[in-house]
């Protein structure tokens, strides 16, 4: 109901924000994948001085003191006025919206005004960004307080709350179909008898089909045993790996510890996590059955990673798992602890500037008191609600479940580590959390640097517990279980030579084989129209005769391992289809440990190995994989890890990333080179070339043999040239995705303890262990927003082409380590620099663009301004293939209006008027023409070719000239704009053209 006008304010002033998190959130029931309740930050327009408890201020407030409803069908059209009303003084305000539905509505003209003495004002809301359903708040602040509207955006009722009589309807009609099924079925066989064929009948029909030699058409024949086709990789109950022991004492650990107690169950994916987890209960629960103590809870933190407070569906999945729901006495708890968590929240997110606490320390003391308040009362409700949940049980301790938190983003893994350390470390719970090491070290480094991770984890896991390895008879006993009935059984040897000893693995890997093998007995066994059997064979799969193809599964099962575990094997065998035959025959023994056992069973085959494999790898070629790259897992199988913390049999999904930065990469290439059809073709000069000519980007790409180094002096263009072999990479799509990195980005504290490069011994790093991989993730997570998790794995599998720009940026301390590891690295590298020449790069030296090209647009931008070419003298051909040069004669025109009428030479008209416009911009021309003239001429002397801004010589060169300290860098930056200098790298110039250059420090 509208409220009536008047000077009086509401009961008393409100003092700082406290957010009430809607209570209807517990009445709604809080369905699992709903965002709960959460504040945000409230940014008054101006400071706004927070008001003490002694002041009773009247404020601004709103005028309905009823919620609004908003339609969500009327929300992406419809708009709904809202009335602040001010009964005090004259006060600035600002409205935001606090809740789930902050992305739902937003306001239209701005959410700030200012509202007179005893007057009004109106905000309009309308649709947000993301339309949905949910409740929130509407928060008003002005300085003399804080006021609060509810709101609701409300969907359509379903079907069933406007026809409520449906399901009794629909449940009379099920009955009545249910009785008069049976009746109709019987009538409808006693009026038309069907035959039947006998067992004999059918023995008969096969018997006839085997004695024409021909097997059972795809129409007849039925597979056999197709129930259980495939293996589910869901988690099991039953004990299938040999570890009841591990499950006995960890429910023994839960059960007589003593509490707080978080355990974290480590294992990479695929090694049966989420199984021990749930044996761990079901042993929990038969020691229950005889001594009942504990209460169990399952928690998956993926599901609730979007919500903003962890603790929130924490709480609703205890209440939920003990059936505590529908309790006054936990829902009232529960309502209490909401509203301090959003209390805690919103007052977090108010910004007080220093001067406001210079004016009012009072309340500033108030505010922070009362924020310690709320964190102890926030601790007393949980500890409330968890004692009343289990002496409603009638149990002792509670044991909570965390499932799938490394599949979390870094923060939602960090927070959730945190709120168990802060808010639920008590004498009554027991945490076991089953997570994957690598993601939980990644996310705590996102979040904390290069911190300690061991001291931080330390403090939260309290017991630790690594998941056993599968010991060889365990393996082999799974396997026969898998393969048990199969008709791939008999790859069982090729299969325990070469799997990797990781469950999720074995099983992905056997099903793709099952369904690999039932694919060529089809194409074996096919026959035709005419009659005829088809063979599988070497072209296309079949061939006509009447004799059966030499198909064996363990030769299948063997190219499949090749192909997902020897990816280089393999690669030789789709060359040399007597690859496998050759292994066979051969008693070398292979140096890797996979291609060695393959080869072992492969002896023992004998004459069954083909001579000529194509046919297996025909097949093979177009199958799934079991993952996008299955190579070394975690367990120890022989061979080492491709990186400490990611497991290659299961990494992380990256396809959808990859995308991602793709088109991010697109984006910034296109900006920094524009179109590239306006840009003139590179000339240059490979290594061992006499003499430099233009070359087309295709033309370089294709000639190169490795690693690319684009040398050259500045100027030259190497950037771009850099810049659009890279764009001209990410068209491919190949699946490796080009980025564009300056050198600058890697930072030197990514790269802390890297040892200096040994002559003649290089440092050898496991994968995923260089310092510089580090910092390339760094700086790729910084460049293009990546999470390090993402950006670590991307470079694990090699999925960059790596093109960094500006070598002499790099610090010198690691430059040579990083040329070192960049030169023996599986990264396909270009790189641009001044080095003429680096170990394990071929060199391409950059000289210009094609002259002819650039002048024909010199004259172009002449004529159309008419003035006549011939009045430039000594526009030489050196200078027009000069990139940078020419893009400042092609970007800023304006220089042509500044020619006088009769010829003249170029290089002296240009520098001289680049002089006058440096000082143009507010300079001492004198000291401008001295001072630069002199630095000129230091570079000639040294034959250097850029100039460090901030360097000490510089500085004092043009305070000699009578440039102030404070005015080098504008100065620098005035000659930028003018065209005399350009910018390389950060600090780092270089005269426009060297016979600019030289010119100037002739003149001095």
């Not at 009942?292 to 205890?318: M, S, T």
């Not at 040892?755 to 262990?769: L, V």
Request: hydrophobic fraction near 40%.
């Amino acid at each position: 109901m509208p409220r009536r006008l008047g000077p009086l304010p509401r009961s008393s002033a409100r003092v700082g924000l406290t957010a009430v998190i809607a209570a209807g959130l517990i009445a709604a029931g809080y369905p699992a994948r709903a965002a709960p309740p959460m504040a945000v930050s409230v940014a008054p327009a101006g400071p706004l001085r927070v008001a003490s408890v002694r002041e009773a201020v009247a404020s601004p407030e709103f005028l309905d003191e009823d919620r609004l409803s908003i339609a969500l069908e009327r929300l992406p059209t419809g708009t709904w006025p809202v009335v602040v009303v001010n009964p005090g003084p004259a006060a600035d305000v600002e409205v935001r919206v606090a809740g789930p539905i902050a992305d739902a509505i937003a306001f239209k003209g701005g959410n700030r005004a200012r509202v007179p003495a005893g007057g009004a004002v109106t905000f309009t809301v309308m649709r947000g960004t993301r339309p949905h359903a949910g409740a929130g708040q509407l928060v008003l602040v002005s300085a003399a307080g804080v006021d609060r509207l509810r709101v609701a955006v409300t969907a359509q009722p379903s079907l069933l709350e406007r026809y409520p009589f449906l399901p009794y309807a629909g449940g009379f009609l099920l009955l009545v179909i249910i009785v008069a099924a049976p009746l109709s079925w019987r009538r409808r066989r006693h009026a038309q008898p069907q035959p039947q064929e006998t067992e004999e009948q059918v023995e008969t029909t096969e018997a006839e089909v085997a004695e024409e030699g021909m097997s059972p058409s795809p129409s007849t024949r039925v597979p056999a045993a197709s129930e259980g086709f495939t293996h589910s990789d869901e988690p099991v109950r039953e004990d299938e790996l040999n570890r009841a022991a591990y499950v006995r004492q960890l429910a023994a650990l839960a059960r007589e510890a003593t509490p707080p107690m978080v355990v974290g169950v480590f294992g990479e994916w695929g090694t049966g996590k989420t199984s021990m987890l749930l044996q761990l209960r079901g042993q929990l629960e038969q020691l229950d059955e005889q001594d009942p103590k504990c209460a169990y809870v399952w928690f998956d933190p993926w599901r609730h990673q979007h919500e903003g407070n962890p603790v929130l569906p924490l709480l609703y999945a205890i209440v939920n798992d003990l059936g505590l729901r529908n309790r006054e006495n936990v829902r009232r708890t529960l309502r209490t602890i909401f509203d301090v968590l959003g209390s805690l929240a919103l007052s977090g997110t108010l910004r007080v500037s220093l001067s406001d606490v210079r004016k009012s320390i009072e309340d500033y003391d108030d505010q922070h008191f009362r924020i310690r308040s709320e964190r102890t009362r926030l601790d007393e409700y949980l500890g409330s609600l968890i004692d009343a949940a289990l002496a409603a049980k009638g149990r002792e301790r509670l044991v909570v479940f965390v499932d799938d938190l490394d599949r979390c983003d870094a923060d939602r893994i960090t927070g959730l580590l945190e709120s168990l350390k802060l808010h639920f470390n008590r004498h009554n719970c027991v945490f076991v959390l089953g997570v994957a090491k690598g993601p939980l070290i990644a996310a705590v480094r996102e979040k904390y640097g290069e911190e300690p991770v061991g001291d931080y984890l330390d403090k939260i896991i309290q017991f630790p517990f690594e998941m056993p390895r599968m010991a060889e008879a365990d393996f082999e006993l799974y396997l026969d279980r898998l393969l048990a009935g199969k008709e791939i059984a008999p790859a069982s040897g090729m299969l325990k030579r070469a799997l990797p000893r990781n469950p999720r693995s074995i099983k992905r890997f056997v099903n793709v084989l099952i369904l690999q093998d039932r694919v060529a007995r089809e194409v074996r066994d096919r026959v035709g129209d005419d009659g005829q059997r088809h063979v599988w064979d070497r072209h296309g799969g079949v061939t006509t005769g009447t004799s059966r193809g030499r198909y064996d599964v363990s030769i299948l099962a063997a190219v499949l391992l090749l192909r997902d575990r020897a990816p280089e094997t393999y690669a030789r065998l789709t060359e040399e289809p007597s690859l496998l035959r050759r292994l066979a025959e051969s008693a070398e023994e292979p140096a890797d440990v996979t291609v060695a056992g393959i080869a072992g069973e492969l002896r023992g085959l004998g004459e069954q190995v083909p001579h000529d494999a194509g046919s297996y790898i025909d097949l093979v070629r177009d199958s799934p994989q079991p993952s996008d790259v299955l190579v070394a897992d975690s367990q120890d199988d022989g061979r080492p890890a491709v990186a400490p913390w990611i497991s290659r049999q299961e990494e992380l999904p990256l396809r959808g990333p990859l995308d991602d930065l793709a088109g991010l990469v697109r984006e910034q290439l296109d900006r920094r080179v524009g179109d590239d059809g306006a840009l003139i073709d590179p000339v240059v000069r490979f290594g061992g070339e006499d003499a430099p000519r233009a070359r087309g980007l295709d033309e370089i790409l294709s000639a190169r043999t490795g690693k690319l180094l684009l040398t050259g002096a500045a100027g030259t263009g190497k950037s771009v040239l850099a810049a659009r072999l890279a764009r001209r990479l990410s068209e491919s799509r190949d699946g490796h995705v080009p980025v564009f990195l300056p050198f600058a980005q890697l930072k030197p504290e990514h790269m802390a303890h890297v040892p200096p490069p040994r002559a003649g011994q290089p440092t050898a790093y496991p994968a995923g262990h260089s310092p510089y991989e580090r910092a390339l993730a760094h700086a790729l997570a910084a460049e293009y927003g990546l999470s390090l998790v993402n950006a670590n794995a991307m470079l694990v599998r090699r999925r960059f082409v790596l093109v960094l720009d500006g070598l002499e940026t790099l610090v010198p301390e690691i430059r040579d380590g990083f040329l070192e590891w960049a030169g023996r690295t599986e990264h396909d590298v270009i790189m641009t620099g001044r080095a003429a020449s680096m170990p394990g790069f071929e060199a391409v030296e950059v000289i210009g663009v094609v002259a002819s090209e650039a002048r024909g647009r010199v004259e172009t931008l002449l004529s159309g301004r008419q003035v006549e070419p011939d009045r430039l003298l000594g526009l030489t051909s050196e200078l027009l293939g000069s990139p940078a040069l020419l893009a400042v004669l092609t970007g800023a025109p304006e220089w042509i209006d500044d020619l006088p009428r009769e010829p003249v030479r170029f290089v002296p008209w240009y520098a001289e008027r680049t002089l006058a416009a440096t000082a143009a911009a507010g300079f001492d021309a004198g000291a401008v023409a001295e001072g630069l003239r002199e630095i000129a001429a230091e570079m000639t002397r040294r034959r250097t070719e850029t100039f460090p801004g901030d360097d000490p010589d510089v500085r004092a060169t043009l305070r000699r000239a009578g440039v102030r300290p404070m005015d080098v860098s504008p100065l620098l930056q005035a000659a930028v704009g003018a065209g005399l200098l350009r910018q390389c790298e950060p600090h780092v110039f270089h005269f426009v053209h060297r016979q600019v250059r030289e010119h100037l420090a002739g003149r001095r």
